[in-house]
């Protein structure tokens, strides 16, 4: 077996040669199929190479220099290509070490295989835990999270938050919809967006969600749609009185769980009444909206905080899908665990919300989708 390179980098391994023919012919083979575009062969090769690269260095001690050679002689041969340089084939190395597999055709069967190279790039620069990794790849996947919105929710730490909210799903819905449900939903709501005077109602954080639209429906997930805002239920007596009108915060329809959301915002923390309040509105949408095909209208209330134990006692009278999140605008959310004797010294939550609004966006995570160097 070969000794490792020189450390004056002018001795070369004895299989460098091979290996170096070998990388050329499988990028050479990965360009003429899919131009180094975006693609399974161009990962396939990326991950072989990387493979390579890990290989080499446990089993002949293959150092920096050696692999900074390599760059510099596949950019030699490939002059006009990207993703050659010494930076990206250390980001190859890791790829194959993220995703192990026996063979590239396994590794394509893995998630990870459905998405574009630029998002490995980023999964690998901000995720260190495999679980963590594997979860964010398969959302992307599933999602078709572009790299910036990827990027947007593991800053904002959507794998705590997904699934997480407090509901009555798993009673009030038979499996597999009670998953899926529960999955569509998260706690707590990240809307670091908002801008909110420091006297603001009710009114006044819908309005703020609403103009920021496309900003709240990024964090409310895929398929949500918005129907409507103060949308009017109108509710005849059957004993002839007068009609009766109550108007919904929020309206939506999620055409992948194919039933209508409710929302319900509140600018204080929970109250159990809310429970029994959204149960109203559940019942009224599924006999005045709801139509042949769509699941039962779940609802959702939206608190700046919540106490666990009595929002759970709350939901035990309540027979129909409902659940209980949080939002939070600045990381910082008032619930059951915030010392009672601190709580007078935290800012209220409209004012945290205008005071660092500009810090919010200015902070915002935000990731080119430019081809690396």
């Known amino acids: ?21 070998e990388v050329k012919a499988r990028v050479a083979s990965a360009r003429a199929q899919a131009a180094l575009a975006v693609s399974a062969a161009v990962l396939a090769a990326y991950w072989e190479i990387g493979r ?9 001690g293959w150092g920096t220099k050696v692999v900074e050679r390599l760059a ?27 995703w192990p597999a026996a063979s590239v055709g396994e590794m394509l069967q893995q998630p990870a295989a459905r998405l574009p190279w630029g998002h490995h790039m980023l999964l690998l620069d901000k995720l260190s835990d495999r679980q963590e990794r594997v979860w964010y790849a398969s959302y992307a996947a ?20 997904h699934g997480a909210a407090l509901s009555t799903f798993d009673r009030a819905l038979a499996p ?30 819908e309005a703020a969600l609403l103009n920021d639209v496309q900003s ?34 929020l309206l939506f ?26 149960n109203f509105y559940l019942a009224a949408v599924d006999e005045l909206e709801r139509q042949p095909g769509d699941g039962a209208t779940i609802g959702l209330v939206l608190c700046p905080g919540r106490n666990r134990t009595v929002t759970q006692w709350a939901l ?44 919010a966006e200015a902070a915002a995570v935000v990731y080119d989708d430019l081809e690396p160097g």
């Open 176 to 205: 597999p919809d009670s998953e899926l449900v529960r999955d569509a939903l998260k706690d707590p709501y990240n809307f670091e967006f908002l801008s909110l005077s420091a006297d603001a109602k009710e009114r006044d954080l």
């Open 142 to 161: 599933e999602h078709g999270c572009s790299r910036k919105v990827l990027g947007v929710q593991i800053a904002s730490d959507l794998h705590a938050r």
């Open 52 to 60: 390579g690269i890990l290989e080499r260095e446990s089993r002949e």
């Open 316 to 359: 035990r009278g309540v027979d129909a899908p409902v659940a209980v999140a949080r939002y939070t605008t600045a990381g910082i959310t008032l619930t059951e665990t915030t010392p009672a004797e601190l709580r007078p010294a935290l800012p209220e939550l409209p004012e945290l919300a205008s005071e660092l609004a500009g810090i």
């Open 72 to 98: 510099a002689d596949l950019r030699r041969e490939f002059p006009e290509m990207k993703g050659l340089s010494l930076r990206n084939l250390r980001y190859m190395r890791e790829f194959a070490r993220a």
């Open 253 to 278: 329809y999620n055409y992948l769980l194919r039933r209508f959301v409710v929302i319900d915002l509140k600018i204080e923390d929970f109250k159990p009444e809310f429970a029994g309040k959204m």
């Open 216 to 249: 709240f429906l990024m964090e409310m997930g895929r398929g949500f749609a918005l129907v409507g805002r103060q949308f009017p239920l109108r509710v005849r007596d059957e004993e002839g009185g007068e009609e009766s009108e109550f108007f919904l915060d």
């Open 1 to 21: 077996m070969a000794g490792p390179p020189s450390r004056r980098g002018d001795l070369l391994p004895s299989d460098y040669r091979q290996f170096l023919a």
